[in-house]
């Protein structure tokens, strides 16, 4: 059966959608509506409809599928590569000054910074994860903030753009990010799109970003790209690559922390 006009727009107008997200991220539903010369109400209808590939999420025009990429699970990756995230924890936690205002990231390696600092040290922190709450919340000289809005459960995250308004108003000296993948020419990476714009903002209100990830992370590319890695004071990783592959990173602000 041939499309009616109406659908036939409607797939166009998806097909827009999804080359903008692909090559940029999340897009604010008011910024597609603006690019495609249509009304809000007309983007949702759109990423409404069954046999869209895009979702709607606060605020935002998000891909609901990714062919060919692997679903992160926080369960999953709790174990993998642990020794090494851990090192990497240790050496950023050093980094950190009593009374500094923190934001610190979400994922299996932020659990390990968290545990890291000083048990003691004074600070102010803000947060998106529940198991890095979990592990503030037992601070006793730790002002936690968590951001609300939407629960992820494959990485124990919450996302609104009411947290992303807190967060810029907020402001914090240091941000601990962390990555699914690191390329040198294409940056910084992650699985979940929701996560992007919390990223982006952290990095953004912070007077200095760190980038903490473990060496199965370096040459990587995942769906989700949120930064350069230009944007980092430093950028530590746990693990003792190839030397190659430290080859690759020698022009950036990169320390490896080995456990030898």
């Given at each position: 059966m041939r499309k009616t006009a109406g659908a036939e727009a409607r797939a166009v107008r998806l097909a827009k959608m999804q080359e903008l997200v692909e090559a940029g991220g999340p897009l604010p539903i008011k910024q597609a509506?603006?690019?495609?010369?249509?009304?809000?109400m007309t983007i949702r209808r759109d990423l409404s409809s069954a046999d869209s590939p895009l979702s709607a999420l606060g605020g935002y025009v998000l891909a609901t599928t990714l062919p060919g990429a692997e679903r992160y699970s926080l369960d999953e990756a709790s174990d993998q590569h642990a020794a090494n995230k851990r090192l990497a924890c240790e050496r950023a936690a050093q980094w950190v000054q009593p009374h500094d205002s923190l934001f610190i990231d979400c994922g299996t390696t932020m659990v390990h910074f968290a545990e890291a600092l000083p048990p003691d040290m004074p600070l102010s922190v803000v947060c998106y994860s529940t198991n890095i709450a979990a592990v503030l919340s037992r601070r006793p000289n730790t002002q936690l903030m968590l951001m609300g809005g939407l629960y992820h459960p494959s990485s124990a995250t919450f996302f609104s753009d009411e947290g992303l308004q807190y967060l810029d108003k907020l402001g914090v000296n240091k941000a601990f990010i962390s990555a699914g993948g690191l390329d040198v020419a294409?940056?910084?990476?992650?699985?979940?799109?929701?996560?992007?714009?919390?990223?982006?903002?952290?990095?953004?209100?912070?007077?200095?970003?760190?980038?903490i990830v473990d060496e199965s992370k370096l040459g990587t590319l995942r769906p989700a790209f949120f930064s350069p890695l230009q944007a980092f004071a430093r950028i530590v990783v746990g693990g003792a690559p190839a030397a190659a592959v430290r080859k690759q990173f020698k022009e950036l602000p990169v320390e490896f922390a080995r456990g030898d």
């Open positions: 509506a603006q690019r495609l010369d249509v009304t809000e294409r940056g910084a990476s992650c699985s979940n799109f929701h996560e992007v714009p919390v990223k982006q903002a952290a990095i953004r209100s912070a007077s200095e970003s760190f980038l």
